[in-house]
């Protein structure tokens, strides 16, 4: 729809490449791998999304 995607960590416009990470059902869109990267960290996400000690929303420990 035109939209243009911003990056989630620094806001720049992203450009032909885009990197994503899904966290609690929610897509998140990085401008470059650094971004994504350091959001990983910041948020304790890894790269499947499946490492989320606290805060993800789901409430349940030992679910695995
Ligand atoms: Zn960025």
Redo the contacts with the bound molecule.
Sequence with gaps: MGERDI??????E?GARVWTVRRAGEERR???E???GIWQMLNDVGDDGSNGPAGDGQGGKGDR
């Design positions: 990056c989630d960590l620094c806001g720049l992203i990085f401008c470059c650094g971004c994504k």
